[in-house]
């Protein structure tokens, strides 16, 4: 079986088994602190497209990019996207990832959740 089939078949369940989340919204003075993502650990709500510097010291390289996007095709959802140098990771609801460089440290993340109006995601380092 090719590998976007898994990977199709394997969220697909997910999304059926795992619960809704209710994702709870940012107030509008609650702007995102990115700058304490630098060392690989935050958890923010984002609304649009952000990205934030990290320490190329320790990940191997220095800006990550998160975005929210319709992926359609075999998903017909909305995902996550987290884009560093050359790799990119598009996760919907619930999922874990992570990018890793020049075989340094990985930087992993999780969807906490997906609404209408954005996403939640956590940067555990």
Do not use: W
């Amino acid at each position: 079986m090719h590998r976007m089939a898994i990977t199709a078949l394997t969220l697909a369940c997910a999304v059926v088994v795992t619960p809704a989340v209710a994702a709870v919204p940012a107030t509008a003075t609650a702007k995102p602190a990115y700058r304490g993502c630098y060392d690989g650990k935050c958890h923010f709500t984002f609304s649009k497209s952000v990205s934030f510097r990290i320490s190329k010291k320790r990940y191997g390289f220095s800006r990550v990019y998160v975005s929210k996007k319709f992926v359609g095709g075999m998903f017909n959802t909305d995902m996550v996207v987290v884009r560093g140098p050359g790799m990119t990771s598009s996760l919907g609801e619930g999922a874990r990832g992570g990018l890793r460089a020049n075989g340094k440290n990985t930087l992993s993340f999780r969807v906490v959740a997906i609404t209408s109006q954005g996403a939640t995601i956590r940067f555990t380092g």
